[in-house]
């Protein structure tokens, strides 16, 4: 067995890898959103993915609706959706039942949306009819293709937005308050109900973005699997520390780039859907050295 | 949050009993007879099937309840357990032919080394950390079962032909005074003894001081730390013992389906144990077998009589006739919504309302008290 090393293939593995942690980095970002402003875990991201994905497929290549338009579209009615969402369902059970609650009602509703979107649009990959396609530009002897070159960029600027929305807009300081002091904040006259709203409406938002840059064809078209993404993005969850939006985009680059890597460089004996489980090893690796995550505090309970 | 102080003395000592009184030991018994006795009455093949994929998911659910009703873990891997329960029980019982004590035996020991093994990764730290870990558990155990070819035959699955007989007990050919029953009755008879000892299981583990222990831990960890209860282990105790029970469950899906695929241990199966504990009645001892019987023969029911619904397909693959779901995809709907109804609606589930008709029900508790082990999980700061 000799692993064939090279710049080249190296620089490859980069590049596809950081494309995809992007991707991770703003689903993880959607469940860190929720967690911060309530600390409850919404499994619901992978629902916001396929929707996302779908719903812009039949837009845009079903009915013909520009792209561009198709997906701000889309974003808007997910954005919808989980307002609704977190009003109808959620803010039920938020003031009796736990966290507890929350995650299974959310994995009910993501694997009833998963049965409703294979029922309606089948199991075999669609092809969104995406503006890039499979054209690459060649960065040397690196090729990239035009999609990834996308989502790099437009993740860039929309964390830059996100970073400085809740930096420094009204609703982003009220969603840090609440963070760092639910009672506090409510007494200052912050309504939980609104940060709630919002958190539920970012997550969506980025969610159905990933969902529509893991439909293209350059990632292998839209499929019912795509949610399972959303599972893989629990590891730079966990891997930020939980509720650091810092952490999590991070988290997000590291396991998409080792995916890659061991997509590239895992021996033949690993078996197939090797690289497909590697951010859960990242995961159980984390949770063994280091499980507070790299930007986590460490857990301090007072009574 | 005021303890529990207004459960009086005697309260108490009734509820560490086994059974309360001389009615309920009569119920129980009579239960039992009859969960033994109905599949050798039924004559309708179609209902023994459903007796007896209700009575195996059953068994996952009740291990299920010691950890996630009683110890207060949310575990959403545990059709990975399952699966090292069948796989196991291929091994055993398949590849070396041990007999039907041996090999579950070793199926049930199989399933408590995996839950040990990953006790310390799982319960590292306290919160969401074990949910997660228990989703990439059933994606990790996909992958694994998938690429261990000589145990697994890999994606395409292996036969399990197991033995299953226990002494002069055939229960693939039951016969009882001269008659003899066919083998979906035998094994169904077999499957709910395995309810019973499972509830006896549990029941008994409840009640004792590491039941008690688990409940302290649920209810409020950093009160049950300072009376000297180890978080870790009472935890890990209960994973143990409840990826040993879910694993003896992947044994008999294993003997009943007499094959095994690695995509059979999916979400959706977790899934389906999940909302049977919710739908049955979390931390309740026969919530489980309640929900079992209302949700665990959903996918066999659904397959027989979903045509019945109109927006329910045979085959989707089919074009035309409409938009629907098929009957596996309705079933996982049905699973999902099922969960969802009842946790808005009555998230003490069923086995509250049989508590209910039987009038042991809190007289204080309101309708929308939730049961202790959800009041006491709710976010503490």
Known sequence: MILAFSLTTLGQLTASGLALGCLYALIALGFVIILKANGILSLYQGGFLLLGAYLTYQLHAKWGVSFVLAVLAVVAGIALLGVALEFVVIRRLRGSAAEFAVVLVTIGLLLATQSLVAATWGYTPLNMDDPWGLKNVHLGSIAVSHRDIWVVGSTVVILAAFFVLFKYSRVGIAMRAVASDREAAYAQGISPNVVMGVSWAIAGILGALAGVAMGTAAAGGVTVGIDQAAFAALAPVIFGGLTSPAGAVIGGLVVGVAQLFAAGYAPESFGGGFSTVMPYIVLFVVLLIRPQGLLGKKQVRRA | ?381
């Not at chain 2, 408590?112 to 059933?138: E, H």
Request: aromatic share 10%; proline share 4%.
């Open chain 2, 1 to 381: 949050m005021s303890a529990s102080t207004s459960i009086a003395a005697p309260a108490v000592a009734a509820e560490l009993r086994l059974t309360r009184n001389w009615p309920q030991r009569a119920g129980v018994a009579v239960l039992f007879v009859a969960a033994i006795a109905l599949p050798l009455v039924l004559s309708s093949g179609f209902w023994i099937s459903v007796l007896t994929f209700a009575g195996i998911s059953a068994v996952a659910a009740i291990g299920l309840n010691l950890l996630t009703g009683y110890a207060g873990e949310l575990s959403i891997g545990h059709s990975f357990f399952v699966a090292v329960g069948a796989y196991s029980a291929v091994f055993f019982g398949g590849k070396h032919g041990q007999t039907l004590l041996v090999w579950l035996l070793a199926v049930a020991a199989s399933g408590a080394a995996a839950g040990a093994l990953l006790a310390p990764v799982a319960l590292r730290i306290r919160g969401v950390y074990f949910v997660v870990v228990t989703i990439g558990l059933v994606f990790f155990g996909i992958y694994l079962f998938d690429n261990w070819n000589s145990l697994t035959g890999g994606p395409g699955g292996v036969g399990a032909a197991l033995p299953l007989s226990l002494g002069p007990l055939d229960f693939r050919q039951l016969s009882l005074g001269g008659h003899t029953f066919t083998r979906e009755q035998s094994f169904c008879v077999l499957a709910w003894l395995l309810v019973a000892l499972a509830l006896l299981v549990v029941k008994n583990i409840s009640r004792s001081r590491a039941g008690r222990a688990m409940q302290a831990t649920r209810d409020n960890d950093l009160a049950a730390e300072v009376v000297g209860i180890s978080l870790f282990r009472v935890k890990a105790g209960a994973f143990i013992v409840s990826s040993a029970i879910a694993a003896v469950a992947g044994g008999l899906l294993a003997a009943n389906i007499q094959y095994v695929i690695p995509d059979q241990f999916s979400l959706e199966l977790s899934l389906q144990y999940l909302s049977i504990l919710i739908v049955g009645g979390l931390a309740s001892t026969y919530g489980p077998v309640i929900g079992a019987l209302v949700v665990g023969g959903l996918p066999e029911l659904l397959n027989r009589f979903g045509g019945s619904f109109p927006f329910v397909k045979e085959n989707t693959a089919i074009a035309g006739g409409g938009w629907g779901l098929s009957t596996a995809q309705f079933t996982v709907f049905s699973y999902g919504m099922l969960l969802v109804l009842f946790l808005l609606i009555e998230p003490r589930g069923l086995a509250v309302l049989l508590e209910r008709l039987y009038g042991t029900a809190a007289k204080v508790s309101g309708r929308r008290k939730l049961p202790p082990a959800f009041r006491l999980l709710r976010r503490r700061r």
